[in-house]
Structures are given as structure tokens and as C-alpha cells.
T-cell receptor, first 117, second 112 residues
Framework: GAVVSQHPSWVICKSGTSVKIECRSL??????MFWYRQFPKQSLMLMAT?????????EQGVEKDKFLINHASLTLSTLTVTSAHPEDSSFYIC?????????????FGPGTRLTVL | QKEVEQDPGPLSVPEGAIVSLNCTYSNSAFQYFMWYRQYSRKGPELLMY????GNKEDGRFTAQVDKSSKYISLFIRDSQPSDSATYLCAMTPDTNAGKSTFGDGTTLTVKP
């Protein structure tokens, strides 16, 4: 149980294009989803927290207009990197939590590696 | 000072060794304590989950929480090369809006 998937697993795009990453909870309803980015050999950096049906809460320093997050259903959240640039190249990981049944545990997706040329 | 400090490593041990991974924290509101394992280029995988103080054992893994000292540990017995990964501790306060605070991770290599 508690499986989270991400799609795509890797993506290469040209500078200036937008990229959408999907995060799905496959066997539970995720009341909350989190988006992280991780640079090589560094720790997870929380970008934003999204609750189903409401606007995402962004961490300080994260541009909300650049990283658009939508959590339209209890099993799906999307992260869109708009007008991507090479400095946005990173490993993006989502996690999901069902507060009712899982309390404060988070289950992570496998990650999406984004390379912007 | 960070809320969660994790021994940075890297840690290299021979196969079969007992491994001890540790984190300290400063926020007394933390009630939930987790250990995640992350293989290279993969998402973190939840290994152990403990509520409040005490010990929890699962196979070769034992998680310990000492809230009085604000110190948590993960022990791995009979370590295997497949245990080679980065281990992250994480903690959450007991609130509905609680988000986890992660340590920076300790990279473990178990040599055959």
C-alpha cells in the first residue's frame, strides 16, 4: 500500500518551454501533497505544500508564477515548470499524505529528472 | 542552527557490521519520527516510523527515539551491500498542518 507514482520519470526540454510533472497516489487519497527539488548529493528542498481543492503554499524563495501547482483531486497533483531555464534542471520529487489514516507520514514518488537545454 | 541535524557521513562499513545513524533536533513539538532510505536517482522510501519515545524493530532495522535528549537513531544489523544508500531522518509535530522537517542525509556504503 501507499504507492505514489510520478510521470514522466525524466524529461529533456528546450529553454523557454513549459514542463508538466504529474504526481498520483495510487492506493490512497492524498489530502496533502508536497513538492521537493533535490540537487545532486544534496538534501530535499521543500518547494510547496498543496491541499486538495485549495491553493498551494509556497516556501520562501520559490516563485509561485514559475512553479505552478494544481491539486485538483485527492489522487493527483501537478507541477508545471513554466518558461524553464537551465538552472531549473534538477530532480523533482513529490510526496503524498492522507492525514486521516497516515497521520504525519509522507510517501514519496520515484522522482522526475528534468534537464533544460 | 537547523531544527534537525544529521551526522553527515559519509559512512563506509564492511558487510555484516552494525550501523548506527543519528539525528538530533531542537523543536520539542516533534512527535513523529521517520527514517527514509534513498537510493541514487530514486525517491525516498519510508523505512521506519515511530510516534513519541521508544524503540521499534523491523527485521534488521531498529529505530530509537529519546525525546528527553532530542536524539533519534537508526540501527542496521548485519548490514548488506544492498543497504548502501542515503538515509534521511524526518520529524513532524503533532498538528494537522504539520509538515516534515528532514535531515540532510547520511550516505552509507556497505562493502562486500
Amino acid at each position: 500500500g501507499a504507492v505514489v507514482s510520478q510521470h514522466p520519470s525524466w524529461v529533456i526540454c528546450k529553454s523557454g518551454t513549459s514542463v508538466k510533472i504529474e504526481c498520483r497516489s495510487l492506493d490512497f487519497q492524498a489530502t496533502t501533497m508536497f513538492w521537493y527539488r533535490q540537487f545532486p548529493k544534496q538534501s530535499l528542498m521543500l518547494m510547496a505544500t498543496s491541499n486538495e481543492g485549495s491553493k498551494a503554499t509556497y516556501e520562501q524563495g520559490v516563485e509561485k508564477d514559475k512553479f505552478l501547482i494544481n491539486h485538483a483531486s485527492l489522487t493527483l497533483s501537478t507541477l508545471t515548470v513554466t518558461s524553464a531555464h537551465p538552472e531549473d534542471s534538477s530532480f523533482y520529487i513529490c510526496s503524498a499524505r492522507d492525514l486521516e489514516t497516515q497521520r504525519n507520514m509522507q510517501y514519496f514518488g520515484p522522482g522526475t529528472r528534468l534537464t533544460v537545454l | 542552527q537547523k531544527e534537525v541535524e544529521q551526522d553527515p557521513g559519509p559512512l563506509s562499513v564492511p558487510e555484516g557490521a552494525i550501523v548506527s545513524l543519528n539525528c538530533t533536533y531542537s523543536n520539542s513539538a516533534f512527535q513523529y519520527f521517520m527514517w527514509y532510505r534513498q537510493y541514487s536517482r530514486k525517491g525516498p522510501e519510508l523505512l521506519m516510523y515511530t510516534y513519541s519515545s521508544g524503540n521499534k524493530e523491523d527485521g534488521r532495522f531498529t529505530a530509537q527515539v529519546d525525546k528527553s535528549s532530542k536524539y533519534i537513531s537508526l540501527f542496521i544489523r548485519d548490514s548488506q551491500p544492498s543497504d548502501s544508500a542515503t538515509y534521511l531522518c524526518a520529524m513532524t509535530p503533532d498538528t494537522n498542518a504539520g509538515k516534515s522537517t528532514f535531515g540532510d542525509g547520511t550516505t552509507l556504503t556497505v562493502k562486500p
